[in-house]
């Protein structure tokens, strides 16, 4: 018999690199494919060059998590086959198609672990798309992995636990935070109190946040809406409704957004069946506790399969890989698998605290002027999309996308898809979950028109 | 004005490049996206109304950071390490083709 082809990971942050150490204490060498120069991930990002801060400087409280799995990583060496700064852009019939340097390579593969994290979720506002506007994502990677603030006073708007976490960095770093702005009420809050036995030094930590930002003069505002951003080129101002007025703080740089959204194009390409998760509000690849999808030899980790955070991340990485392992015939601990669901399982408990004390706006999806862009990429409005679903009687989302050409654009409904489903269940009064989901395509993200160069990579003729 | 405002690294290696012609100094470490909204305050231009853009998500998702080299070819700001040498423009005026 042939020797079996390596399995592939899809992603270097927490859940990956957990999965790749376990797949490589077993003798099996996997391919591990990350887009990033480095490993790590989102929370765990490295900087492309040194820059005189240290891991506490840069990750905080995370800092030792941060370290172990940088380490551990690093000390596997040649017994994974590491691929950075590399795509992977499309998967079909077990084999993968993987872009690095402008040179494509078809690897097959026999196991595939998809840890792909996650990105902001997003509604669109009036004058997002200015520049100074950024996700409360894209202000944290400018400040831990670049050294910049994109502001001099600058405002967090939005929901999440990101929120009050990056305008505290911000604060740390010496920038004025002007204002943080939080779409749930304080009711929403009270839910923090369930987290509190659950995870009591994270919810501390977040408490002593929201303390020290007071202390610091910045105001921490509940409850608001209609948010908009006005400026000339530039972020000038954000407007606001809260308790029944309209504000105005004066900014120079906005951090915006509402929770994450999980990248499950991979799975969609890899055949996983999908179902509308209520928590996340999203279509989510089906998984069991062991990370098993829908297909077999497909298993899924960390924030691309659900929004679950860091540490969940790495239990799930773990745990994905001791099922192939098993699935694949190999000594695997049955024992450690059962500890990791456990774990897995507290996460969740916490997981559902924390989304209803920072939930999503929902709410504000009814409210989305017409002038605000929904689509960047393609530069379509809230109202043209309002205007396509009442003239075609548009109640599905692949139909939505054929119409308008949402989600057609370059970012292939990354920031817009989350958002127009919304938008389309309210204009047509139905659920969420019954709109539908667009259905991912290849290549997942661009990539160059003339990629000349193919490597083909498999040993033999795929599985299937 | 630029848009983004150096904390850290201000004294590592000069990486010399050019804005729409001008020359800039970037420094070691920084991407593409970096180097541009530290001197100034846009990217790049939409297709369809010309308004500014300047990234959003900072970590290859939106897309909204591709910009030109004066070669013509288009990179991703975000996820680009500055080169030594790059011409970037941010213009659509001053892009041909
Ligand atoms: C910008 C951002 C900042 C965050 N900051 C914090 C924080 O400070 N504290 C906190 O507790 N949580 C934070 N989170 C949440 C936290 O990042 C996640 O819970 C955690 O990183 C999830 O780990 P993961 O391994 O599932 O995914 P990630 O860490 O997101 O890693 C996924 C990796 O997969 C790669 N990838 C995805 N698709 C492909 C592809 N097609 N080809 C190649 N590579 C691919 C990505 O490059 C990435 O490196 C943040 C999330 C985001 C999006």
Known sequence: ?464 | MPLLHRLVRQDSAVVPFTIDGVPCNGRAGDTVLTAVLCHVEQLRETEFSGAARAGFCQMGACQDCWVQLAAGERLRACTTELAEGMHIVTQRGLRHG
């Open chain 1, 1 to 464: 018999m042939a020797e079996r082809a390596p399995p592939l990971i899809v992603g270097a942050g927490p859940a990956g690199i957990r999965a790749a150490a376990t797949l490589a204490a077993a003798g099996l060498r996997p391919v591990v494919v990350d887009e990033g120069h480095a490993c790590g991930g989102q929370i765990y990002r490295q900087p492309l060059a040194q820059d005189g801060r240290d891991d506490r400087a840069r990750y905080g409280s995370e800092a030792g998590k941060a370290a172990l799995l940088h380490r551990d990583f690093a000390a596997l060496g040649p017994d994974v086959d590491y691929r950075p700064n590399t795509l992977l852009w499309n998967l079909r019939d077990g084999t993968a198609d993987v872009l690095r340097d402008g040179v494509n390579h078809r690897v097959g593969y026999d196991g595939l672990i998809l840890a792909t994290g996650a990105t902001d979720r997003v509604l669109p506002i009036p004058g997002w798309t200015l520049p100074g506007v950024f996700t409360l994502g894209g202000a944290q990677i400018a400040l831990k992995a670049q050294g910049c603030a994109i502001g001099r006073r600058v405002v967090f708007a939005g929901s999440g636990p990101l929120l009050y976490l990056v305008a505290w960095q911000y604060m740390k770093a010496g920038v004025e935070v002007a204002a943080v702005l939080d779409a749930a009420p304080l009711s929403a809050k009270l839910n923090l109190l369930r987290a509190l036995p659950l995870a009591p030094d994270i919810v501390l930590r977040g408490l002593r946040m929201v303390a020290a930002l007071g202390l610091a003069g910045t105001r921490v505002q509940l409850g608001v809406s209609s948010l908009r951003i006005e400026g000339k080129d530039k972020v000038s101002r954000i407007v606001y409704q809260s308790g029944g007025r309209e504000h105005r703080i004066a900014c120079d740089g906005v951090a915006y957004g509402l929770n994450l959204r999980s990248e499950t194009q991979a799975a969609d390409l890899a055949g996983c069946a999908f179902r509308f998760d209520p928590r996340d509000r999203a279509h989510l690849p089906l998984r069991e506790a062991s990370g098993r999808s829908s297909v077999a030899g497909v298993y899924l980790a960390g924030d691309g399969a659900r929004i679950a955070g860091a540490d969940a991340a790495e239990a799930a990485g773990e745990r994905a890989a001791l099922a192939l392992l098993e699935d694949r015939g190999l000594p695997h601990d049955a024992a450690r698998a059962a500890a990791l669901e456990l774990r897995l399982a507290k996460i969740d408990r916490l997981r559902g605290a924390l989304e209803a004390a920072f939930p999503f706006p929902a709410h504000w999806a009814a409210e989305i002027a017409d002038d605000a862009l929904l689509c960047r990429c393609e530069e379509i409005s809230a109202g043209e999309a309002r205007r396509a679903i009442g003239d075609y009687v548009l109640t599905e989302m692949n139909r939505l996308k054929a119409i308008t050409r949402i989600g057609m654009g370059r970012c292939q409904g990354r920031m817009c898809a989350a958002a127009a489903a919304e938008l389309l269940a309210v204009q047509t009064q139905r659920d969420i979950g019954a709109v539908g989901r667009l259905r991912a395509q290849a290549p997942i993200k661009p990539i160059p028109l003339d990629v000349s160069l193919s490597v083909d990579e498999r040993q033999h003729d795929p599985a299937h």
